[in-house]
């Protein structure tokens, strides 16, 4: 008798348990907020990854899955939607458009704010992250971040200027560097250095106006390539802009933020010419 009740409440556990795994064919129609059907869109058996399909061109679907389980619909441009597998054989799913804007906003020629994609030239931009290390010139921390931008230091001593150009060398003999704007405001970035040093023939390398800003200052750095993107500055930008966006104050909860922050950079020299020291 005991072992009879006992097989009677393992039977009736594993019919519960066959009962939740039970597949089901679950069918419907996806559409949008405005009935318009949607085609293309994924649903996947979050219990089972393994498990998924797609609308066709009418918005219906058909998926194969167990009840207890859980469909995901994913669609670009509209919030995802779950819904729990019970008994039901039809399930007609809604979407609605997502809210979350994906425009990136870039800053152009002069100061003027606009979205990548409406731009007919090119356009990179570099966050003030690049920064962080605190270079003596600013401008040498956009090696390797921007395409078509070489960065050449000018002399090897401390505080030396950094020499920029964009998409190669266009003068034998003329400037090649792009021009500077900072804030809207064109910066005259001419060499403080005699020709002999200039040439590289002598002399010390005294910099450039344009190591003079702070980099903690720097809020991002748009680099404008070619003559369409700089046409606004006329001929000074024939060698293309890069403008600079320092940081400002900024909407918050009314209090007061202080940021401190320090560096410290050592240089050794790591050969010195041999003396004569012995007579």
Do not use: C, W
């Amino acid at each position: 008798m005991k072992l009879t009740f006992i097989v009677l409440i393992q039977l009736l556990i594993f019919s519960t348990y066959a009962q939740d795994l039970q597949n089901v064919v679950i069918t419907g129609k996806v559409i949008d907020q405005y009935n318009e059907p949607l085609a293309g869109v994924t649903i996947i058996d979050i219990t089972n990854p393994g498990n998924g399909t797609v609308s066709d061109i009418d918005g219906n679907y058909r998926i194969s899955t167990n009840i207890g389980h859980t469909l995901e619909f994913t669609y670009i441009g509209f919030e995802n939607q779950s819904i729990n597998i019970d008994k039901s054989a039809t399930i007609n799913v809604r979407l609605i458009e997502s809210t979350t804007t994906l425009n990136e906003v870039i800053i152009t020629s002069l100061n003027i704010p606009r979205e990548r994609k409406a731009l007919g030239y090119a356009v990179q931009d570099v966050s003030s992250e690049a920064f962080q290390t605190r270079p003596t010139n600013p401008m040498s921390a956009l090696s390797g971040k921007i395409a078509g931008l070489q960065v050449i230091s000018g002399g090897s001593n401390l505080g030396g200027s950094s020499r920029i150009t964009l998409r190669g060398i266009n003068s034998i003999t003329g400037n090649n560097q792009p021009l500077y704007v900072i804030d809207g405001v064109p910066l005259d970035n001419s060499e403080l250095n005699s020709s002999s040093t200039i040439n590289g023939s002598a002399g010390k390398d005294m910099g450039s106006t344009i190591q003079d800003i702070n980099p903690d200052d720097i809020e991002s750095v748009n680099v404008l390539k070619g003559p369409s993107a700089a046409a606004l500055y006329g001929s000074r930008a024939a060698n293309g802009v890069i403008l600079i966006t320092t940081k400002n104050g900024k909407t918050g909860d009314g209090g007061i933020n202080i940021e401190v922050n320090t560096g410290l950079e050592l240089e050794n020299v790591v050969r010195l010419p041999e003396r004569q020291k012995l007579y």
